[in-house]
């Protein structure tokens, strides 16, 4: 108790304050894509419901939840070797302990796919045998990983059952909002099984700020929905609060002497000579770099 009261009273220390409010991103294909989505689970035989194992409950799309739990699902945790491994399998034994097929994935690791193929096998076990034709959907917020997983078990299942088809490849960005049009790839004959990639949806309005914030640092939704400034302090404040060897003075001390060398500098070198300069090794002073960088070319 102490020790959150501690964490507490530093966070309050950095002055960090989330702020009220939604946060909208719902951009046009979104919309649509929602419609489509909801019309083609109709279809599927089973879904793989993909979320951020960094923040498994903040990247589920809350509208999209009572038709998921009435499908034949799996959560595939995206993104594992970028959570913290202790807590990621806290939230595995959570799941459990809620009756949901859960599982953690790197999608750009073949063992770790061939896991979750081996899962959706067990899951379509019936299915496999009494079906000619069979579909699984992969849904999830933006950015989440869904095409550089369709991309993989495209890969694996035509290692495993060449398909005469000609291998398209989903389309995989480091931004979110890549794909925009749900697109089908065949992965087996026999009976023909089809996988379906969806855009990234999210809902109409987030409804908290904290949850926007995480969103946005985990990458499903832009930067500039939020604002860069304020995600950076929220990055920091947990940092902070995690006891992450920062000092929030020192980088208050450090901003000021950056200050001091924009304010030094001519304005049209100023952007290249610092990214040009060696900062201290430091993300969160990195973070700062940025956003003074960003102010100088306001
Ligand atoms: N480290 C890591 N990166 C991943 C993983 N899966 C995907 N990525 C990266 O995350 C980014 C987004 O991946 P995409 O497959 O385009 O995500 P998406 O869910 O299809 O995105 P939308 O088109 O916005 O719906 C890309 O830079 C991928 O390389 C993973 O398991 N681990």
Redesign the pocket.
Known sequence: MRGLTRAAKRAGEMAFNAGGGTVNWFPGHMAAASRAIRDRLKLADLVIE?RD?RIPLSSANEDLQPVLSAKRRILAL?????ANPNIMNRWLNHFESCKKDCIS?????SS?VNQLLGLAELKLKEAILKEPTLLIMVV????????????SIHRIANSRFPVNDKIKR???????????DIAGYKIASQPSIYVL?????LVPSIPDMETGLKLALT??VKDSVVGEERIAKYLLSILNIRKTPLHWERLLHRREELHEEICSLNENDSRDSLRRRRVNNSDAVYVQVLSLISKSNE
């Open positions: 993909v194992a995206s993104k594992k070797d970028l994935i790197n999608a750009h690791s770790s999830g917020v933006p950015n989440v990983g869904k095409s550089a997983l369709i991309n989903a389309t995989v960005g480091p931004l979110p909002g890549v794909t925009q990639d969806t855009p990234g949806v990458g499903a």
